[in-house]
């Protein structure tokens, strides 16, 4: 593993899981500059945004198996199927904090919404010209960003 460039600035990222999403655009580009010229930042970055979308995704499917789990026992309704129901919503309940404390304590969303615009601007960019003229102005900003 290569070592970070600049320590100091390596140790400030690492206390912020290097989201620097959220601090001010006039502070970031120091950040976005160590990023560029520093492998090892890059690829903790990368590992972190990972662990934040797995975390996610594993709280969904979580939520999802409870609430499959509650349909079930409502539907077939065995012996103590109260205590089984309860308890099928308290996972479901557990997961969707799981879900909304990752969502609001990392940037897995903005990550999300890195990707779908990323995405959003590869189709536009393979667009025929004639659509691209049709979309809306500030549709078109959205997307391309400038
Ligand atoms: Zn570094």
Do not use: N
Not at 71 to 92: D, K, N, Q, S, T
Request: with cysteine; proline share 5%; aromatic share 8%.
């Amino acid at each position: 593993m290569s070592q970070c460039v600049d320590p100091i600035v390596g140790k400030i990222l690492a206390g912020w899981r290097y989201d620097i999403s959220g601090i001010a655009p006039e502070m970031c580009s120091d950040y976005e500059q160590h990023f560029a010229a520093c492998e090892h930042c890059r690829s903790r970055q990368r590992l972190h945004r990972t662990i934040d979308l797995s975390l996610i995704a594993l709280a969904s499917v979580s939520a999802a198996v409870f609430l499959l789990a509650f349909g079930v026992i409502r539907h077939f309704g065995p012996r103590h199927a109260f205590w089984l129901e309860l308890a099928a919503l308290a996972g479901f309940a557990l997961s969707a904090l799981i879900w909304l404390v990752v969502a609001v304590a990392t940037p897995a969303p903005m990550t999300v919404v890195d990707a779908a615009r990323l995405g959003a601007r590869h189709v536009h960019d393979h667009l025929p010209p004639e659509i691209r003229d049709r979309l809306p102005e500030e549709l078109r900003m959205k997307i391309t960003g400038s």
